[in-house]
T-cell receptor, first 109, second 115 residues
Framework: GQNIDQPTEMTATEGAIVQINCTYQ??????LFWYQQHAGEAPTFLSY??LDGLEEKGRFSSFLSRSKGYSYLLLKELQMTDSASYLC??????????WGAGTKLIIKP | GAVVSQHPSWVICKSGTSVKIECRSL??????MFWYRQFPKQSLMLMAT?????????EQGVEKDKFLINHASLTLSTLTVTSAHPEDSSFYIC???????????FGQGTRLTVV
């Protein structure tokens, strides 16, 4: 079966760094997406990885290891506004997105 | 990024009535649109996938006669919740993409409350 696993909740301190992990099992693989979703709002796109390695985009970076079925989202210099849910989604061979349940990130001062 | 506009943002309706939600891609042609439902503190649940000009493909457990989806053009898809009941109250979100291997852009979401 297809499955995306990510932690339910994480807590971090303002100004610090946090890494949100995601493991995936999909039928075929056409990339791994990370989305940010603030409460009551639609998700917004953060990153897309299809090749192994680290993609850096400002304070956010995303890493992919296809051999391990593993990805992480790294957030640096955390701000209070980074408090949100972070959704990991794998794209299968039919180009369908398989969604994780999301990781609620709580930032404390 | 591309813009997907969803309307209305919120709606309150009486039990038994129908509600239509629109999803428009403003600056690209959306060959595929997705409709999701999200209950509080839960992740997105895919309801159906629609391709322009063809019938929507519904996920298991989603009643196609209750949730009518029309993807009549490359820039517009609609979801109609027919004979709404309080248990249909949820956050409905559409997303659209133009190619198979590109990101999906999300609409703002519609919060439906059935009273």
């Amino acid at each position: 079966g297809q499955n995306i696993d990510q932690p339910t909740e994480m807590t971090a301190t303002e100004g610090a760094i946090v890494q949100i992990n995601c493991t995936y099992q999909t039928s075929g693989f056409n990339g791994l997406f990370w989305y940010q979703q603030h409460a009551g709002e639609a998700p917004t796109f953060l990153s897309y990885n299809v090749l192994d390695g680290l993609e850096e985009k400002g304070r956010f970076s995303s890493f992919l290891s296809r051999s391990k079925g593993y990805s992480y989202l790294l957030l640096k210099e955390l701000q209070m506004t980074d408090s949100a849910s972070y959704l990991c989604a794998g794209m299968d061979s039919n180009y369908q997105l398989i969604w994780g349940a999301g990781t609620k990130l709580i930032i404390k001062p | 990024g591309a813009v997907v506009s969803q309307h209305p943002s919120w709606v309150i309706c009486k039990s038994g009535t129908s509600v239509k939600i629109e999803c428009r891609s403003l600056d690209f042609q959306a060959t595929t649109m997705f409709w999701y439902r999200q209950f509080p503190k839960q992740s997105l649940m895919l309801m159906a996938t629609s391709n322009e000009g063809s019938k929507a493909t519904y996920e298991q457990g989603v009643e196609k006669d209750k949730f009518l989806i029309n993807h009549a053009s490359l820039t517009l898809s609609t979801l109609t919740v027919t004979s709404a009941h309080p248990e249909d109250s949820s956050f409905y979100i559409c997303s659209a993409r133009d190619n198979r291997d590109t990101e999906a852009f999300f609409g703002q979401g519609t919060r439906l409350t059935v009273v």
